[in-house]
């Protein structure tokens, strides 16, 4: 019962961070363009021919 008392605490607090860094990434932009990210993984970069 002792844990507890520090358990709790411990948890509300992990769980206020990942909850503010997810607000953060939300406001910062992170999933505005889901859908470019598929696309450059795809990509070679620049556009030439691969030179052997």
Known sequence: M???V???PIAL???SLSLA???WALKSGQYEDLD?????VLD???GKPEQR
């Open 6 to 8: 520090y358990l709790i």
């Open 36 to 40: 470019g990210a598929s696309w450059r």
């Open 2 to 4: 002792n844990t507890l």
């Open 13 to 15: 607090l992990l769980g």
């Open 44 to 46: 070679d970069g620049d």
């Open 21 to 23: 860094a997810f607000l």
